[in-house]
């Protein structure tokens, strides 16, 4: 079977570093996807990590550790704009990304 | 280039009745996903299109259905609705299967009465 778990809800301060976990069980895998969905708005592609480590993008970095399947999207220097839902989407062996519920981040001034 | 069109952007359908949903993919895109979001189910998968056939498809009833034409649009069809269907479905464009990368749209809002 396949399941995905990402904390709910998280809060945290303009200026600060927050990170997000996801461990995922899927039927074979081929890397781990971040997107991130504002209210109101489509999903967006933040990052993709196919191989253990961390990929950094400016102020988000996502880390993938595949003999633990977890992985986790590290946002730094946290601004207003930075609230919005974030979906850690691994990808299957039938290719397609496997969602879940996201994680809604609220950054408060 | 144009993003993901989906239409129309808001439905509203009484029970029991079908709906049609249109997705045009980003230009030279050939893969076309559906999803479902909902609050307590967040975003689920319903099929995947590729070229016109379907490659892959989630845990949704028979009542849920799609195809893709030849120039990679793509209409999903919900027969004899339900109240449990109201959601946001969204479509996403990638340019193959398997490809790192997906274009979502807008998405259509759906509700049923």
């Known amino acids: 079977g396949q399941s995905l778990e990402q904390p709910s809800e998280v809060t945290a301060v303009e200026g600060a570093i927050v990170q997000i976990n996801c461990t995922y069980q899927?039927?074979?895998?081929?890397?781990l996807s971040w997107y991130q969905q504002h209210d109101g708005g489509a999903p967006t592609f933040l990052s993709y990590n196919a191989l253990d480590g961390l990929e950094e993008t400016g102020r988000f970095s996502s880390f993938l550790s595949r003999s633990d399947s977890y992985g986790y999207l590290l946002l730094q220097e946290l601004q207003m704009k930075d609230s919005a839902s974030y979906f850690c989407a691994p990808r299957g062996s039938q290719g397609n990304l496997i969602f879940g519920k996201g994680t809604k981040l609220s950054v408060k001034p | 280039k144009a993003g993901v069109t989906q239409t129309p952007r808001y439905l509203i359908k009484t029970r029991g009745q079908q709906v049609t949903l249109s997705c045009s993919p980003i230009s030279g895109h050939r893969s076309v996903s559906w999803y479902q979001q909902t609050p307590g189910q967040g975003l689920q998968f319903l099929f995947e299109y590729f070229s016109e056939t379907q490659r892959n498809k989630g845990n949704f009833p028979g009542r849920f259905s799609g195809r893709q034409f030849s120039n990679s649009r793509s209409e999903m069809n919900v027969s004899t609705l339900e109240l449990g269907d109201s959601a946001l479905y969204l479509c996403?464009?990638?340019?193959?299967?398997?490809?790192?990368?997906?274009?979502f749209g807008q998405g259509t809002r759906l509700t049923v009465v």
């Open positions: 996403a464009s990638s340019s193959g299967t398997g490809v790192v990368e997906a274009f």
């Open positions: 899927t039927s074979g895998f081929y890397g």
